[in-house]
């Protein structure tokens, strides 16, 4: 059964800065270690309706040592973690986006969605979503693992992303 997941990560700058550093090239390549085997990809589009999308692919392939050994036992050859974000134009003061995760390895998936949106002293950005594992038996301890990666995943940008606000 997936595991839902809810966080939230406040900003002390408003909607449009914050937005505009999510969808910023520069900020997600500096997210990549140099000495990573990953690669991130930006891709500026639109939909259906002529709305633009920035999607930002993020792919790196992850040393399981630190991984607990319930992981690392059904893991079958090397893991790839893929992150796809997806964000829509700022309207009426707030912006959406999608999320999407998955490995190679293990049979994960994260779904969620972004929102991003006023708070009392600048920003919040809310993160609803799921994370499945689909092994039989060791499935849902997995997914709460996976819920703990996003929950860090979600502290780290909100972190890298303050440095980069204040700093610039």
């Known amino acids: 059964m997936p595991k839902r997941f809810e966080f ?9 800065r914050v937005h505009a550093l999510l969808t910023d090239e520069g900020y997600w390549r500096s997210r990549m270690p140099p000495q990573s085997r990953g690669s991130v ?15 930002v692919t993020m792919t790196e392939a ?9 992981v690392r036992k059904v893991v079958r050859g090397e893991m790839r973690m893929e992150r796809i974000d997806t964000w829509r134009a700022v309207h009426d003061g707030r912006a959406s986006g999608t999320l999407a995760g998955s490995a190679t ?34 499935g849902s301890q997995i997914e709460l693992l996976v819920r703990q990666m996003v929950s860090q995943v979600v502290e780290r940008d ?11």
């Open 8 to 16: 939230s990560a406040d900003f002390d700058h408003p909607v449009d």
């Open 41 to 55: 990809r930006v891709d500026r589009t639109s939909d259906g309706d002529g709305q633009s999308l920035v999607t």
């Open 62 to 70: 992850v040393d399981t040592d630190t991984f607990p050994a319930l």
């Open 105 to 138: 390895g293990i049979p994960v998936t994260i779904d969620g969605e972004y929102t991003l949106r006023p708070g009392t002293s600048g920003s919040v950005l809310d993160v609803r979503g799921t994370a499945t594992v689909r092994i039989p038996l060791v």
């Open 158 to 168: 909100r972190a890298e992303a303050h440095r980069r606000l204040d700093n610039g």
